[in-house]
């Protein structure tokens, strides 16, 4: 099945150990996207890449860092995390950016910071 | 601001219907998503509006007005499997999706 997979699904660091989290798809979708969701909120935007041109959204950390190699792979390294940083990270894809298509998500990581 | 107002929590009875409501202020409109996210996984797609009006799937619908910025997910005949948050995202001008904070459902036997 067509499919966003996340790696690992839990993760823990300790405070200022660097960290990357890996997401492939294999849906083809030219959009991928990164969020940071903490317990009873809205997921947060960080980043998404349309194609290979990366979108930083204005309010994410200068510690929190994305690469896409390719189309099926998206990495989110976080330099230095610090104890706010500990989250749920999902990884979503879609089909184009400026269209109606829903954006499929990843299982997530959820991330623990020691 | 954008901004997405949803209820907090409902407790609905199994077997029983119950309505979410969504209001939202954005710059601009391209369409309404509802995500279901059961605790500790990922959101997962139920429905997208654009015009007004009632999209049925299932036991769940969706309710769009874009004169009142207002939406409603509708579900009926609940289970103890849909005990879930409900999350509202609404697509702005630019295509950006602007989520709520999500509505706890909590179904009781």
């Known amino acids: 099945d067509a499919m966003v997979i996340q790696n690992p699904r839990y993760q823990v660091t300790q405070f200022g150990k660097p960290v990357t989290l890996s997401c492939s798809q294999t849906?083809?979708?030219?959009?991928m996207y990164w969020y940071q969701q903490k317990s009873s909120q809205a997921p947060k935007l960080l980043f998404h890449y349309y194609d290979k041109d990366f979108n930083n959204e204005a309010d994410t950390p200068d510690n929190f860092q994305s690469r896409r190699p390719n189309t099926s792979f998206c990495f989110l390294d976080i330099r230095s995390p610090g104890l706010g940083d500990a989250a749920m990270y999902l990884c979503?894809?879609?089909?184009?950016?400026?269209?109606?298509?829903?954006?499929?998500f990843g299982d997530g990581t959820r991330l623990s910071i020691l | 601001g954008q901004n997405i107002d949803q209820p907090t929590e409902m407790t609905a009875t199994e077997g029983a219907i119950v309505q979410i409501n969504c209001t939202y202020q954005t710059s601009g409109f391209n369409g309404l998503f509802w995500y279901q996210q059961h605790a500790g996984e990922a959101p997962t797609f139920l429905s997208y509006?654009?015009l007004d009006g009632l999209e049925e799937k299932g036991r769940f619908s969706s309710f769009l007005s874009r004169s009142k910025g207002y939406s409603y997910l509708l579900l009926k005949e609940l289970q103890m499997k849909d005990s879930a948050s409900y999350l509202c995202?609404?697509?702005?001008?630019?295509?950006?999706?602007?989520w709520g904070a999500g509505t706890k459902l909590i179904i009781k036997p």
């Open positions: 509006n654009v």
């Open positions: 849906l083809n979708h030219n959009v």
């Open positions: 995202a609404v697509l702005d001008s630019n295509y950006q999706l602007i």
């Open positions: 979503a894809t879609s089909r184009g950016g400026d269209s109606n298509q829903p954006q499929h």
